[in-house]
């Protein structure tokens, strides 16, 4: 433990469904865990939220907490998604933590006492408790706010740069989290409108820096169409680095090869494997990292727009970036 009794060990930065998966195997080591989380998004039933009661995102933030969750009625209750009517699509999860920062009159404390109803194995914390969007300017000149408003903007202009619609402070706990960290792991998940809108977050590089602990890039396996389009390797990293202001130390890239079927599937959605172009690079740690999931069994856990993703082997993940500590 730190001075101020904040824990040491792995902190994670990211978003959704990519920070989830690594969550879920890094609460089968020894090793403490806290995730950051970005609240940018604005789509789902959080987007529903966010304009009725000017919140951040809850979403993401409820995701990674069923991750590291104990309770487990808790963490099916928290995970519980209405398929009925105009409930359809709506996450019962979000609605409490809603409630939560109504009845507590804040955002972060809201998420520290869900922690304390899920009995989480480790910490969950927002990026910030300020209610912001990610905006883009493109090479056209114009300039796009929200998330899914850039995912799916036509024509599909160059993104030039990212950057936050009002000013968000780092939450002060998360900041402190930081700076205690052994470990700080950025990703994977949605390269510009999850990872650099978190990492725009004021205080939230310095706080990393200040750290002085090794940083860690997992490297997406896909590239997003409308944010990543022809991305390679070093293309990623060198757009981390753009809004971290700082070299990483270390870049988890995977080496399997996509199943064919798996891999034609996602080249209809102009999705591609990122190429490794970092032949000569020294931080580059390389190991087959795929999950090895068939369609069906990631359709079983598609977004309600049915959209679903490749992911890391949450197991394998955890046990190299476990072996990066300082003292391992």
Same mark, same amino acid.
């Given at each position: 433990? *730190?001075? @101020?009794?904040?824990?040491?060990? =792995?902190?994670? #930065?990211?978003?959704?469904?990519? /920070?989830?998966?690594?969550?879920?195997?890094?609460?089968?080591?020894?090793?403490?865990?806290?995730?950051?989380?970005?609240? *940018?998004?604005?789509?789902?039933?959080?987007?529903?939220?966010? /304009?009725?009661?000017?919140?951040?995102?809850?979403? @993401?933030?409820?995701?990674?907490?069923?991750?590291?969750?104990?309770?487990? #009625?808790?963490?099916?209750?928290?995970?519980?998604? &209405?398929?009925?009517?105009?409930?359809?699509?709506?996450?019962?999860?979000?609605?409490?933590?809603?409630?939560?920062?109504?009845?507590?009159?804040? +955002?972060?404390?809201?998420?520290?006492?869900?922690?304390?109803?899920?009995? *989480?194995?480790?910490?969950?914390?927002?990026?910030?408790?300020?209610?912001?969007?990610?905006?883009?300017?493109?090479?056209?000149?114009?300039?796009?706010?929200?998330?899914?408003?850039?995912?799916?903007?036509?024509?599909?202009?160059?993104?030039?740069?990212? &950057? %936050?619609?009002?000013?968000?402070?780092?939450?002060?706990?998360?900041?402190?989290? =930081?700076?205690?960290?052994?470990?700080?792991?950025?990703?994977?998940?949605?390269?510009?409108?999850?990872?650099?809108?978190?990492?725009?977050?004021?205080?939230?590089?310095?706080?990393?820096?200040?750290?002085?602990?090794?940083?860690?890039?997992?490297?997406?396996?896909?590239?997003?169409?409308?944010?990543?389009?022809? &991305?390679?390797?070093?293309?990623?990293?060198?757009?981390?680095?753009?809004?971290?202001? &700082?070299?990483?130390?270390?870049?988890? #890239?995977?080496?399997?090869?996509?199943?064919?079927?798996?891999?034609?599937? +996602?080249?209809? %959605?102009?999705?591609?494997?990122?190429?490794?172009?970092?032949?000569?690079?020294?931080?580059?740690?390389?190991?087959?990292?795929?999950?090895?999931?068939?369609?069906?069994?990631?359709?079983?856990?598609?977004?309600? @727009?049915?959209? +679903? +993703?490749?992911?890391?082997?949450?197991?394998? %993940?955890?046990?190299?970036?476990?072996?990066?500590?300082?003292?391992?």
């Amino acid at each position: 433990m *730190t001075p @101020d009794s904040t824990p040491a060990g =792995i902190v994670t #930065l990211g978003t959704g469904s990519g /920070q989830r998966r690594l969550l879920e195997g890094l609460r089968t080591r020894p090793t403490h865990v806290t995730a950051i989380v970005g609240v *940018t998004d604005n789509g789902g039933s959080s987007a529903r939220i966010r /304009q009725a009661m000017e919140l951040p995102q809850p979403g @993401d933030t409820r995701n990674c907490l069923g991750a590291l969750a104990e309770n487990d #009625l808790m963490r099916k209750l928290f995970d519980y998604r &209405f398929d009925e009517g105009d409930l359809e699509g709506m996450n019962l999860g979000n609605y409490i933590i809603a409630a939560l920062a109504r009845i507590e009159g804040d +955002f972060g404390i809201a998420i520290e006492r869900a922690n304390e109803l899920l009995a *989480t194995r480790g910490r969950v914390l927002p990026a910030t408790t300020t209610s912001t969007h990610v905006c883009a300017d493109l090479s056209t000149g114009t300039k796009i706010v929200g998330e899914w408003e850039i995912i799916r903007r036509s024509p599909r202009a160059r993104i030039l740069r990212i &950057f %936050l619609e009002h000013s968000a402070p780092v939450y002060p706990p998360s900041a402190a989290a =930081i700076r205690a960290a052994e470990l700080v792991v950025i990703g994977p998940g949605s390269l510009r409108t999850g990872i650099a809108s978190l990492l725009l977050c004021r205080g939230m590089s310095a706080a990393i820096h200040e750290s002085g602990a090794p940083v860690v890039y997992v490297c997406n396996l896909m590239t997003q169409p409308g944010q990543t389009d022809g &991305f390679t390797a070093r293309d990623h990293v060198r757009e981390i680095e753009r809004y971290l202001g &700082f070299p990483v130390d270390h870049v988890i #890239l995977n080496t399997a090869p996509i199943p064919t079927e798996l891999r034609s599937h +996602f080249e209809r %959605l102009e999705s591609e494997p990122v190429v490794d172009d970092l032949e000569s690079d020294v931080r580059a740690i390389r190991g087959d990292y795929l999950q090895p999931d068939s369609i069906d069994s990631l359709q079983r856990h598609a977004r309600p @727009d049915n959209v +679903f +993703f490749l992911y890391h082997d949450p197991l394998k %993940l955890a046990a190299v970036l476990e072996s990066l500590l300082p003292h391992a």
